[in-house]
């Protein structure tokens, strides 16, 4: 199993507690990306990719040319959290300001903040899916002066040590790492300077779909790999796998 560096730290707790239940189970599990899972699956060195946004068109066809067949399994759904130093002194944050600091339109706090101090962006590279998630929900590209991470712990202990940072992770990794409290306070987003706004941590509005930031989470498996992938993602589906899901800091999709 490769991908997204978003549902990593949950793969890997859930892979642990399955083979305490069945010793004879063996999965090897890395990171890296929503795009390297993919690619893994392509190429042959993976069975099943973790990915945090669904399959390009151009995907679709390198499968289809390669005569490669996927099973797709959303097994859960993610909120992606905006984190800022907990000294900067700002709360929330509205959608189209938030665009204007991720494209380098806005360079100062002081423009959206009581506080006269250059931002500095810390995201994730290209072939991220939380990359690419952001960048389509702001409908917009990214300042080539933002830093690029490779992977959510990376950017929470740089926002850790500078107070002029912003960076985004997913949500459940945030709160699996107990980052909040830590020198990281967690933006709430609103999609209109007027507008309400709603924190990725808030289960209420997740489950009324308030939150501007929040997406399902995939899993493609290569077809040929069913037979031996299907008792663990058997597992993930038990009411045991969707506590661990749920405790991670995700949310379950009933369909």
């Known amino acids: 199993m490769k991908g997204s560096d978003t549902e990593v730290n949950l793969a890997v707790n859930l892979a642990e507690k399955y083979t305490e239940i069945n010793p004879d189970f063996s999965i090897a599990i890395s990171g890296g990306g929503s795009g390297l899972g993919i690619t893994s699956l392509l190429n042959g060195q993976a069975d099943i990719a973790n990915s945090s946004r669904p399959l390009s068109a151009q995907e679709i066809q390198q499968f289809k040319d390669a005569g490669i067949e996927l099973r797709t399994i959303v097994f859960a759904e993610d909120a992606t959290a905006f984190i800022v130093h907990k000294a900067l002194p700002i709360d929330e944050i509205d959608v189209n300001s938030l665009g204007k600091i991720m494209n380098g339109e806005v360079t100062n706090w002081s423009e959206i903040a009581d506080v006269d101090m250059d931002i500095n962006i810390y995201g994730r590279q290209s072939s991220s899916g939380t990359y690419s998630f952001v960048k389509n929900k702001l409908k917009t590209e990214f300042t080539s002066s933002a830093k690029e991470m490779t992977g959510n712990a990376q ?27 830590n020198d990281i306070k967690i933006l709430k987003i609103k999609e209109t300077p007027t507008s309400t706004a709603y924190s990725p941590l808030d289960l209420a509005a997740i489950n009324q779909n308030l939150y501007f930031f929040q997406r399902p989470l995939y899993q493609f498996i290569i077809e040929k790999s069913w037979y031996k992938v299907k008792p663990f993602i058997d597992f993930e589906k038990s009411d045991m ?9 995700y949310y379950i999709i009933e369909k």
């Open 241 to 249: 796998g969707k506590k661990m899901i749920e405790e991670h800091g």
């Open 155 to 181: 950017i929470i202990e740089s926002v850790k040590t500078d107070k002029t940072g912003i960076g985004y992770v997913g949500a459940g990794y945030l709160l699996h790492d107990s980052a909040e409290g």
